[in-house]
């Protein structure tokens, strides 16, 4: 039983780690003074975000100012965040430890000692940690602490019920593994039926919805609680956090935000967003199943829209995509070049990617200017295409200014 509960924890934190968590340095404090990337641009991966290169050059530099006597406390979150940006997750809670033993009961110390020891495969620690964050600051990081730990019950939920075949995790998180022998029980006389585990809540939004409701009513159903607007925003805003500090083209990520954005079958830019979102799910996972899942579910977010089609949407995602990759490349070779030539990299990262505001504080720049796929007036199935219509219409039109000026013209002429 133990080794059992012991692997459900081992998958759970694999799972947590590739949907990342909320993680505070530096960087985090510059991106919560500005205004954050837009879902597109975070659902592409065209936002500013650092390099390999730029880490280890950080380690460096911060090591450098505490030897020097430079004691701030954000140095060792820089550090740790470092070197749990480049996997190293025994050394990033070994530094928030120092600083702990030095500054201690700071919320973002819990804050990144929740990510770390989750992303190390200690999800029981992790899980601690977050919730000593947010004793201390409830609403920090636009509630992206109180999002994670949704997440992570979420995944524990699903894989209670049955979302892990095989020792592995079952993509979609809304697939039921158990379809077919299911519908083989429905046919066999109930001593002779297979127990199955329940479905449970499928949804990511429904299973938030139904933690917030009152279930005290009658007849209450999970299925069909549903959050206020408000709500429903502060869960977005907070998935977005996650994926613009953590792996922006997690899945599990990018399936919850789908779940979020569409949840009841609105006719709007969410729908959209939501589609590129499943589409970008079936790009990162190398089970065809899944992908083909994804791609049906991208379909259905967009099935009610006048004038787009999937496969105008994916092509228009395809080059997003395109200008994202052009864009990080160019990112990364630039810091290359800052580290090489001795400048301050941040200060050239800032000058780079961010530019004053009107009330003085900087703001984020993202200077890819993506395509919008917008819906379209449906054209009358009967009527000539347009084109056509235009040309027809130019001719008449010339037509009737030449009929109706040629008669002046010539008799002014003969008299000349």
């Known amino acids: 039983m133990k080794n059992s509960i012991r692997s459900l924890f081992l998958i759970l934190a694999v799972l947590v780690s590739t949907a990342s968590a909320c993680l505070w340095d530096y960087d985090t404090l510059l991106e919560e003074m500005s205004e954050s990337p837009t879902a597109i641009e975070l659902v592409t991966g065209a936002f500013p975000r650092h390099s390999t290169d730029f880490y280890q050059w950080r380690i460096e530099d911060r090591q450098q100012k505490l030897a020097a006597g430079d004691d701030k406390q954000t140095h060792y979150d820089d550090i740790a965040v470092a070197y749990d940006k480049l996997h190293q997750q025994e050394k990033a809670i070994?530094?928030?430890?120092?600083?702990?033993?030095?500054?201690?009961?700071?919320?973002?110390?819990?804050?990144?000692?929740?990510?770390?020891?989750?992303?190390?495969?200690?999800?029981?620690?992790?899980?601690?940690?977050?919730?000593?964050?947010?004793?201390?600051?409830?609403?920090?990081?636009?509630?992206?602490?109180?999002?994670?730990?949704?997440?992570?019950?979420?995944?524990?939920?699903?894989?209670?019920?049955?979302?892990?075949?095989?020792?592995?995790?079952?993509?979609?998180?809304?697939?039921?593994?158990?379809?077919?022998?299911?519908?083989?029980n429905c046919d066999k006389p109930e001593f002779e039926q297979h127990e199955l585990p329940e479905r449970g809540i499928?949804?990511?939004?429904?299973?938030?919805?139904?933690?917030?409701?009152?279930?005290?009513?009658?007849?209450?159903?999970?299925?069909?609680?549903?959050?206020?607007?408000?709500?429903?925003?502060?869960?977005?805003?907070?998935?977005?956090?996650?994926?613009?500090?953590?792996?922006?083209?997690?899945?599990?990520?990018?399936?919850?935000?789908?779940?979020?954005?569409?949840?009841?079958?609105?006719?709007?830019?969410?729908?959209?967003?939501?589609?590129?979102?499943?589409?970008?799910?079936?790009?990162?996972?190398?089970?065809?199943?899944?992908?083909?899942?994804?791609?049906?579910?991208?379909?259905?977010?967009?099935?009610?829209?006048?004038?787009?089609?999937?496969?105008?949407?994916?092509?228009?995602?395809?080059?997003?995509?395109?200008?994202?990759?052009?864009?990080?490349?160019?990112?990364?070779?630039?810091?290359?070049?800052?580290?090489?030539?001795?400048?301050?990299?941040?200060?050239?990262?800032?000058?780079?990617y961010y530019k004053q505001g009107k009330n003085g504080t900087e703001l984020a720049y993202f200077p890819v200017v993506f395509e919008q796929v917008a819906p379209r007036r449906k054209r009358r199935e009967n009527g000539l295409p347009y084109p056509i219509f235009v040309t027809i219409a130019s001719i008449i039109l010339g037509c009737s200014i030449a009929a109706h000026l040629v008669p002046r013209f010539l008799p002014r002429r003969k008299e000349t």
């Open 94 to 184: 070994e530094w928030m430890l120092r600083k702990e033993a030095k500054y201690p009961g700071q919320y973002e110390t819990y804050a990144n000692l929740g990510s770390f020891h989750i992303h190390s495969g200690n999800f029981p620690e992790g899980a601690k940690y977050i919730l000593k964050a947010l004793e201390i600051n409830p609403s920090a990081h636009f509630d992206r602490e109180r999002y994670q730990l949704y997440v992570v019950q979420y995944l524990q939920h699903r894989v209670e019920h049955g979302q892990i075949v095989d020792g592995k995790l079952v993509l979609p998180l809304s697939r039921d593994p158990y379809v077919d022998e299911r519908f083989q």
């Open 202 to 352: 499928i949804s990511f939004y429904a299973f938030i919805a139904d933690d917030l409701a009152d279930k005290t009513v009658e007849n209450y159903k999970p299925e069909y609680a549903r959050m206020s607007d408000e709500e429903t925003q502060k869960a977005v805003q907070g998935i977005l956090g996650m994926m613009r500090f953590g792996q922006y083209d997690a899945p599990v990520l990018l399936e919850c935000l789908a779940n979020l954005l569409v949840p009841h079958n609105h006719n709007g830019v969410g729908n959209r967003i939501a589609a590129r979102a499943l589409l970008q799910a079936s790009y990162q996972v190398e089970d065809e199943e899944a992908k083909a899942m994804y791609k049906e579910m991208a379909y259905h977010s967009i099935a009610g829209q006048e004038g787009v089609k999937i496969e105008q949407l994916e092509a228009a995602f395809q080059r997003e995509l395109a200008q994202a990759v052009k864009y990080t490349d160019e990112l990364i070779q630039l810091e290359k070049q800052w580290i090489e030539s001795g400048m301050d990299v941040e200060e050239e990262f800032r000058k780079k």
